[in-house]
């Protein structure tokens, strides 16, 4: 099943392979809470054994957190804990670093401070822009998540809160 809070690519993908999808956009509730509440409910009819977030950019309601967390996996454009928050790149790039990286983290109450599952390094390059450094991080994010929900499918890497 593939969740969006917006048109996404992944929807159409799973359109086109034959996988359930549901919208829950943000911009139609009044809090955090009610939409929080409404994924709960889109999430509870497919009882998934894990929730991955991939490009969502949104804090999630505790709530939520609480109910899925550690089976709640995000990805995150810089080399955790170095650059949290929805700026990494950019926040790497102000910061003059020679490197950054892509991390996969169990989702936990803060922001970019749960259990890392998986991360690699990425060279900050002479002329990078934020958006050509993104795009570098971008393949790497992908591979990495590929590489931890394969784990987590075989039972080579079980999650828990302190992953």
Same mark, same amino acid.
């Given at each position: 099943?593939?969740?969006?809070?917006?048109?996404?690519?992944?929807?159409?993908? +799973?359109?086109?392979?034959?996988?359930?999808?549901?919208?829950?956009? !943000?911009?139609?509730?009044?809090?955090?809470? @009610? !939409?929080?509440?409404?994924?709960?409910?889109?999430?509870?009819?497919?009882?998934?054994?894990? /929730?991955?977030?991939?490009?969502?950019?949104?804090?999630? &309601?505790?709530?939520?957190?609480?109910?899925?967390?550690?089976?709640?996996?995000? @990805?995150? &454009?810089?080399?955790? &804990?170095?650059?949290?928050?929805?700026?990494? /790149?950019?926040?790497?790039?102000?910061?003059?670093?020679?490197?950054?990286?892509?991390? /996969?983290? /169990?989702?936990?109450d803060?922001?970019?401070?749960? &259990?890392?599952?998986?991360?690699e390094?990425?060279?900050?390059?002479?002329?990078?822009?934020?958006?050509?450094?993104?795009?570098?991080?971008?393949?790497?994010?992908?591979?990495?998540?590929?590489?931890?929900?394969?784990?987590?499918?075989?039972?080579?890497?079980?999650?828990? +809160?302190?992953?």
């Amino acid at each position: 099943m593939v969740g969006a809070d917006r048109d996404a690519d992944g929807l159409a993908h +799973a359109e086109e392979f034959g996988i359930p999808s549901f919208t829950v956009p !943000w911009h139609l509730h009044e809090s955090r809470e @009610t !939409w929080g509440e409404e994924v709960s409910a889109q999430l509870a009819v497919w009882k998934p054994d894990l /929730v991955v977030l991939s490009g969502l950019m949104r804090l999630l &309601p505790p709530a939520l957190v609480a109910e899925y967390s550690p089976r709640l996996i995000n @990805t995150h &454009p810089a080399y955790l &804990p170095e650059f949290p928050g929805a700026h990494g /790149v950019r926040d790497a790039l102000a910061a003059g670093a020679s490197q950054t990286g892509a991390s /996969v983290i /169990v989702v936990d109450d803060g922001v970019d401070t749960g &259990p890392i599952l998986a991360q690699e390094r990425v060279p900050i390059v002479e002329g990078d822009t934020e958006h050509s450094l993104h795009e570098r991080i971008k393949p790497v994010e992908r591979r990495l998540l590929i590489d931890v929900v394969r784990r987590i499918a075989t039972g080579e890497l079980e999650l828990s +809160a302190a992953s």
